[in-house]
């Protein structure tokens, strides 16, 4: 998780559209545009902050639901455990008492509840099919258009729909081919795959990025998950080029941490 939280980084994010305004009222030299590219670039930089942290708190969210409602289902079970028993100590001991004071008549067999192990609910990970892609041409289309178009597809992203935030973003990349959020939307693309499970959709995305978006924001982020989905694979030779090559190219950042993190996972596992 970065260290920026989503209300500076909107705060942040707010400045800068501010100042390109400012920039782009003020002037048109050669000093100004550079300083304007510099920071739509940024901003672009900021946005794809937001939308990481956004995503992590929704797995976040998510994780502590299915600790909780397994939780609970234990303590109930537990509950209905212990009060199961106690009705049978109850109903043997009236039994005994019954026999002491009475003459010997044949034994009624008691309704007594079945005391059951405690479920052990195993997660599933949904298989996502690969979306068809439409045959829709290029279409000009205006800013709030695209956006609302990422929009849509990272909601479902979000709310865990990985088949249709899959197909979504394969659309939008498509249709908006040029679109400031086309690096993006690759990029989510391959975590719609690898959140679901399958790996080589995965790595076909996030290679896409790096072929086709070399100056994204997003390259040192899909590099990680491209050593992630070789790990997932047991592909280890695959898995450690692609994590090495995260430390040496972005030392210093949390990526690279979380590089050397699974590398030491798989020297622990013996795989080099």
């Known amino acids: 998780m970065s260290r920026y939280s989503l209300a500076s980084v909107s705060l942040a994010m707010a400045f800068l559209a501010a100042s390109v305004n400012g920039f782009a009222q003020s002037g048109s030299d050669t000093q100004l545009v550079y300083q304007l590219q510099q920071l739509q670039d940024e901003i672009r930089e900021l946005r794809g902050l937001v939308e990481q942290q956004a995503f992590e708190l929704e797995n976040l969210k998510r994780r502590q639901r299915d600790q909780y409602l397994d939780l609970d289902q234990r303590l109930t079970q537990a509950s209905t455990g212990i009060a199961a028993g106690n009705n049978i100590v109850a109903d043997n001991a009236n039994t005994t008492a019954s026999v002491s004071s009475a003459p010997e008549q044949p034994q009624i067999g008691q309704d007594v509840p079945e005391v059951r192990q405690p479920l052990v609910v195993q997660r599933t990970v949904t298989s996502v ?25 990272f909601s479902a992203l979000k709310d865990l729909r990985y088949a249709e935030s899959a197909q979504a973003f394969l659309d939008f990349i498509e249709l908006y081919p040029n679109s400031e959020y086309a690096d993006n939307a690759q990029y989510w693309l391959g975590e719609s795959f690898y959140a679901a499970g399958n790996y080589d959709l995965a790595l076909n995305a996030f290679n896409g990025l790096l072929s086709n978006y070399h100056d994204s924001s997003k390259t040192a982020d899909a590099l990680l998950k491209i050593g992630y989905s070789h790990y997932e694979k047991k592909e280890w030779p695959q898995a450690r080029a692609a994590l090495e090559q995260v430390k040496a190219q972005y030392p210093e950042t949390t990526l690279s941490r979380l590089a050397e993190s699974r590398l030491r996972n798989m020297r622990l596992e013996g795989h080099f």
Not at 129 to 149: D, F, I, R, W
């Open 129 to 153: 099919p690969l979306p068809t892609t439409s045959s829709a041409a290029v279409v000009a289309a205006s800013p709030a258009e695209e956006k609302a178009g990422y929009d849509n597809a």
